[in-house]
């Protein structure tokens, strides 16, 4: 065969193969937003289910997973963040260093029903915090740490280092150093990580089975120490769980989850091309 | 003066510590898992756990031989890769090499698009539309099956595998296509028979990646694979995961009692599998780098 | 044995980066209100010496040092934090390094870390110090515009007003030119050269004819050693040592 020719074949197949990874999604978003449109109103966001979830709203669900993902961050972000830091300004290359990202890598790859498992052990057990706010925002925190340290570390390494030797040069204690002169520049990818985090925990449902999730709830959370139902784990139970529920009501269900989601990805995207157009150094 | 000193060294300690938690959480998720499974191993031997051909939770004795639950996990899994791993592989080839800079944007957007939606929701499109299409094109009672799994799960290795095989090819350096081309061949052989073998090690690591998530995907494997835990002996039969077997019978287990255990030692397999796959990524990546 | 003028002394100093000996054996002395000029060819250890003077070179991770360098008598690492030590000696770098904030803020940022919020001392030290670097009449009207705005001359102006907001004693300059046009280059110059009644300077530069322009007095370093120190006049008309004439003459570097 002519090279040329062969080339062609080659690139038309690779094309192909894009597509169908890109196609599909697609055709995804199209099917539930097609399907799930019509099942959105005032009344579906903001309103408690009724007659056994069958008709009335989400809003114990979507209140929930705001809950639980804001909780998640504040526990999250600040560990992660402080991790991130250790890892390019303090540590050199030792054993402990490489230990530490050793160990991120294979916090990022453990099972997500795994996290579930511990924070059951740990949580809910152990530290007798029952099924509750409290235990499934720790697991879920625990669970995004990868997320947050990784992309906080990418945009501290991204400030130049030549930053760092200017304020000590000046006077600077290391610590103010990191503080003045290299976080806030790395402020915009942080940000991003921690956006990517929330979306992660916000479309979680193994983790939180066994830690907070509730089947039904009459009345809303109110305080850390209660049960919630939560939009991944009501669309898990509406499908699979509960017969006789409008298919409407469940496109919709995931309709809003994806939105969630989805729009938090994009905001992420967003300020991180955003952030790369305008640094000048 | 002194109070500020007081005050970075209390910061930078606890900037130390907070680097050392991953590793404590790491032990600690280890622990605990063993602390809960560990009990099942005083009335039932490792070897029958593992190799036990049936699952009997609550039946009278109960039977705790996870075999069944390996098997559909292996099947399951095999299968997404079978899928998920030519086509990944393609698809990384064409937006590193092949696509206008432009679309490559575009390409990689939509690709961490389809990172980023929910297990429950890809698992809620698989059963409600992929099921019934796989029930009707093999004319068989149930469309919850292990292909039905594997389909589903090879879109969920898909993002991991084309975004690090994307970053191994890319980071080809330039001076052996440059080489290539100078030599006389064309893109494509370019493309195939130098970048491609250049970038393998890379690649492993993201195929690796991409069989690490699919082994521990949890909700969207439950709702598709019609949970039977039996030992398959064919793609179109429904099938249960060790994951979709925690998930789904946590809530009925009594805590402490050896069912609760035995989900724990499930936990302790799967934490095991998935800590070996993601260390030895980890090296390919690494020597992919140098 | 201390030389009564000597701002710094420096005795029996080696660097070593690993087991790559970058400096050996230095003995020198640096008087108050000269313009010390280093030259010698790349890896003379010429930017070693000048990050010693100011520990920056403990930032490099693999370097050690050894001796003792004392300024006004004090030796360097034992009798001073390294906060103080940095802002009284300041350092100016081959590259204008300003950092990605106002010009306002970067004149300020090393009396900032000192914890001086007063916006009177900060505008009577903004003013003070880029009418010492004559930059004042230049961006007294935008000093809240990013410093990134301003042209590479400028830049490197900043940098120095930046270190003389915090009233150090000794200036340090590691190539300061070597990015700039002539132009840029005649007004750096001209300020040493009145910089150096209020302070102690030392500029390191690949230029050979730039430290017989403005040194005082002139060391030729080569390979980690100094081969040779003297005035500068003497050493342009009279090198004592073969490898210092070929270097000055051009005949390597």
């Known amino acids: ?281 | 003066m002194r109070v500020r000193k007081l005050k970075e060294w209390l910061i930078e300690k606890s900037i130390l510590l907070s680097g050392i938690f991953s590793v404590v959480f790491v032990v600690l998720i280890f622990l605990f898992l063993l602390r809960e499974g560990l009990s099942l191993f005083r009335g039932e031997s490792v070897i029958d756990f593992i190799f036990g051909k049936s699952w009997y939770p609550i039946s009278d004795p109960p039977r705790f031989g996870i075999l069944p639950l390996i098997l559909g996990s292996l099947l399951v899994t095999l299968g997404a890769a079978a899928i998920s791993v030519p086509i990944g592989i393609a698809a990384a080839l064409y937006i590193a090499e092949v696509a206008p800079l432009r679309l490559r944007e575009a390409l990689k957007a939509g690709i961490e698009l389809l990172a980023a939606i929910p297990s429950v929701v890809i698992g809620f499109i698989g059963l409600i539309t992929l099921g019934p299409w796989i029930k009707n094109l093999f004319n068989i009672p149930t469309g919850l099956t292990a292909l039905t799994g594997s389909v589903t799960l090879a879109f969920m290795a898909m993002p991991t595998i084309v975004s690090i095989a994307e970053d191994a090819i890319t980071a080809v350096p330039r001076q052996y296509r440059e080489a290539a081309i100078a030599m006389g061949a064309t893109k494509w052989q370019t493309t195939w028979r130098i970048v491609a073998r250049a970038a393998r090690p890379g690649m492993l690591a993201a195929v690796m990646l991409g069989i690490g998530r699919v082994i521990g995907e949890t909700m969207a494997v439950m709702m598709v694979t019609g949970n039977a835990a039996i030992i398959p002996t064919s793609f179109l039969q429904p099938v249960r995961t060790l994951t979709a077997t925690i998930a789904a019978e946590m809530g009925e287990s009594v805590q402490g009692g050896p069912h609760y255990a035995a989900l724990f030692a499930i936990g302790i397999v799967l934490f095991v599998i998935t800590f070996l796959i993601n260390g030895v990524a980890d090296l390919y990546l690494h020597r992919s780098r140098r | 044995m201390v030389d009564p003028a000597a701002k710094f002394s420096i005795r029996a100093f080696h660097v070593h980066y690993g087991q790559f000996s970058a400096l050996r054996d230095l003995n020198l002395e640096i008087l108050a209100n000269e313009i010390f000029t280093v030259i010698g060819p790349a890896n003379s250890g010429k930017t070693t010496f000048l990050h010693s003077l100011n520990r920056l070179i403990d930032l490099v991770p693999v370097s050690r040092c050894r001796g003792e360098i004392s300024l006004d008598g004090i030796d360097i690492r034992r009798g001073l934090e390294i906060e103080v030590l940095r802002r009284k000696v300041g350092i100016v770098f081959a590259l204008p390094l300003p950092l990605p904030i106002s010009i306002f803020e970067n004149v300020v940022y090393g009396l900032r870390m000192q914890g001086i919020r007063d916006p009177r001392r900060l505008n009577e030290a903004v003013e003070r110090s880029l009418r010492e670097s004559y930059l004042w009449e230049e961006v007294k009207d935008r000093l809240r515009t990013p410093a990134m705005n301003l042209s590479g001359g400028q830049q490197q102006r900043l940098c120095m007003a930046r270190i003389l907001a915090g009233q150090p004693d000794v200036l340090l300059f590691d190539e300061p030119t070597s990015g700039l046009d002539p132009i840029s280059t005649a007004r750096i110059e001209e300020t040493l050269l009145i910089l150096k009644k209020k302070y102690t300077i030392v500029l390191v530069t690949n230029n050979v004819a730039q430290a017989a322009r403005v040194g005082d007095r002139t060391a030729f370093f080569l390979m980690g050693d100094m081969i040779e120190v003297s005035d500068t006049g003497k050493m342009f008309t009279t090198p004592a040592d073969q490898r210092t004439s070929d270097y000055i003459t051009g005949k390597f570097g």
């Open chain 1, 1 to 281: 065969m002519k090279p040329r020719l062969a080339q062609k074949i080659a690139f038309a197949f690779l094309l192909l193969a894009t597509l169908l990874v890109v196609l599909p999604v697609l055709v995804i978003l199209l099917i539930i937003v097609a399907k799930g449109a019509s099942a959105i109103s005032w009344d579906f966001l903001f309103s408690m289910p009724r007659d056994g979830m069958t008709a009335g709203g989400i809003f114990p669900a979507i209140l929930g997973t705001l809950y639980l993902v804001i909780g998640a961050i504040i526990f999250a972000v600040p560990l992660g963040v402080m991790a991130a830091v250790y890892l390019v300004e303090y540590s050199s290359d030792n054993w402990l260093s490489r230990l530490v990202k050793l160990s991120i890598v294979n916090l990022a790859g453990v099972p997500s029903v795994v996290y579930g498992l511990f924070g059951l052990g740990i949580f809910v057990t152990f530290f007798r915090f029952g099924a509750s706010i409290l235990s499934g925002s720790l697991t879920l925190g625990i669970m995004i740490l990868p997320v947050i340290i990784t992309s906080s570390r990418e945009a501290l390494e991204s400030v130049p280092r030549h930053f760092r030797t200017v304020s000590l040069s000046l006077g600077a204690s290391r610590w103010q150093t990191i503080r003045h002169s290299v976080l806030p520049h790395a402020l915009p990818g942080i940000l991003t990580g921690m956006i990517l985090g929330l979306g992660r925990a916000a479309g979680e449902t193994a983790p939180i089975l066994f830690t907070v999730a509730a089947f039904y709830l009459p009345r809303l959370p109110q305080s850390v120490f209660d049960q919630t139902m939560a939009l991944p784990y009501h669309l898990y139970v509406i499908s699979t769980q509960v017969p006789g529920i409008a298919e409407n009501v469940r496109y919709g269900t995931a309709l809003v989850l994806l939105s969630l989601v989805l729009l938090l990805n994009l905001a992420a995207i967003l300020i991180r091309s955003r952030f790369r157009r305008k640094k000048k150094w």
